[in-house]
């Protein structure tokens, strides 16, 4: 379909309307359906489980933010399955707890839930001085917490940028030097993960203040890479494309509108799943990553260059349309 069509339809849906019927304008509406995968995400089916062998984090300790939902529960999960003692922190107290009492009847490993807004300093060390006291300093740290909504930026108040950019860069900021500096003085290493996305690079227009922040969390990220490899800590960034959780797409993307096109720019077809993003923070946090530090990896199906490449939409173009192309190209002689 064209990407004027995409639009209009998208438009439509906005107003109300999709396949001629009104319908509510909430992402839970029933009859607001997820748009399906595009054919070829036949060839890319996402694996849940978790790659590395057993016991890969056997008596170690692992700290993630916003661990009680989304992506931060599918890692948190996963760096339990594999023995890891874990340490959630976020917010809402009873989302932690409920999701640590799951994982840890699922895992047999103990999940401790620790409530912390991190865009406060001193809760922040308030949390990490508790977890100390219950576990030790992790050797696993993942920087997963964040706060986003779409908006023009015309109708950002002073407030609303703040709030992004001290849950995103802020937040990230006092978790990882507040941490670093321990493990420093205890003569301890540790691997950090920060999860941006793939706008940190780019910047997007309606998420300014989140890409703002996410660019920062890398400049950080790829910083402390240099100054604290002499310390035994390495630092290491996902930038995942979009994937389907409730904190993000009822803020992104509230109505379901914009799901079409967004499958429609991603090569594979398909949206990510959190499991594929648990798979390589494990990665990075194992054993087997110890030489990887400063690394940006993007997970996105591809959408990312798909989106960047002047020519990419010729992809639309027909066999028989690309012969009227070809013949004329052809017949072009000299400059
Ligand atoms: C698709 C591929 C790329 C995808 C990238 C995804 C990136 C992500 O980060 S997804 C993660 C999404 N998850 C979350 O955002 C979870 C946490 N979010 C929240 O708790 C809230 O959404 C919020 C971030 C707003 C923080 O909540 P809090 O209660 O602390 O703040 P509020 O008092 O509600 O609001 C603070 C100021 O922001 C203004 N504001 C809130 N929402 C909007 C909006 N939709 N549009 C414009 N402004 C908004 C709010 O009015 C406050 O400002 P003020 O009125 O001036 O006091
Ligand atoms: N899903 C997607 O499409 C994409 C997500 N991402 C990134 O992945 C990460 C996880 O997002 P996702 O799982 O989708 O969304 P969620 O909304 O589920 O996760 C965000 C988490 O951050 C926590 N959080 C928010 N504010 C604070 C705060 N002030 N202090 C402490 N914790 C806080 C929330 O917990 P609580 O409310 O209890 O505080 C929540 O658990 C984020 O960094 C996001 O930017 C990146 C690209 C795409």
Same mark, same amino acid.
């Given at each position: 379909?064209?990407a ?16 001629g ?14 748009a399906?995968?595009?054919?070829q995400a ?10 590395l ?59 401790f ?6 865009r ?21 740290v ?11 930026s015309?109708r950002l108040?002073?407030n ?8 995103v860069l ?8 507040e941490?670093?500096?321990?493990l ?7 691997a950090?993960?920060a ?5 940190a ?7 300014v203040?989140?890409? &703002? ?17 002499r ?7 996902i ?10 797409f ?5 109505t379901?509108?914009?799901?079409? &096109? ?10 990510g ?5 648990k798979?390589?923070?494990?990665y ?6 110890t030489?990887? &530090? ?26 028989e ?8 190209i052809?017949?072009?002689k000299?400059?």
């Open positions: 379909m064209a004027g069509a995409v639009f209009s339809r998208n438009w439509a849906l906005l107003s109300g309307l999709r396949y019927r009104k319908v509510r304008l909430f992402h839970s509406s029933s009859l607001l359906r997820d399906p995968p595009l054919p036949s060839f890319f089916p996402p694996s849940e489980g978790t790659m062998p057993p016991h890969s984090f056997q008596n170690r300790v692992a700290f993630i933010t916003g661990g009680g939902t989304g992506l931060g529960r599918a890692m948190t999960h996963g760096l339990s399955e594999l023995g890891a003692t874990c340490v959630i922190a976020s917010r809402k107290l009873d989302v932690l707890q409920k999701t640590a009492e799951e994982i840890t009847a699922q895992t047999g490993n103990k999940v839930p620790l409530q912390c807004d991190v406060d300093p001193q809760a922040v060390t308030q949390c990490l001085d508790q977890m100390e006291k219950l576990t030790g300093l992790p050797q696993v993942i920087n997963n917490a964040a706060g986003n909504f779409v908006s023009p015309e108040s002073p609303g940028w703040r709030t992004i950019v001290d849950i802020n937040g990230t900021a006092y978790v990882t030097l941490l670093g500096k321990r420093i003085q205890q003569g301890k290493g540790a950090f993960v999860i941006t996305t793939i706008y690079e780019s910047g997007s227009g309606f998420v203040p989140s890409a &703002s922040a996410k660019a920062g969390v890398e400049a950080l990220y790829k910083s402390l890479t240099s100054e604290w490899g310390y035994g800590l390495r630092f290491n960034i930038q995942p494309g979009p994937i389907r959780t409730k904190g993000a009822s803020r992104l993307d509230p379901g509108a914009f799901e079409e &096109s967004m499958l429609g720019r991603i090569p594979a077809g398909r949206l799943t959190p499991a594929e993003i798979n390589l923070a494990l990075m946090c194992s054993d087997y990553a030489w990887m &530090s400063g690394a940006v990896v993007r997970l996105d199906g591809g959408e990312y260059v798909s989106m960047a490449g002047e020519f990419n939409d010729l992809r639309k173009v027909t066999s349309q690309w012969d009227l192309i070809e013949s004329m052809r017949k072009t000299g400059s």
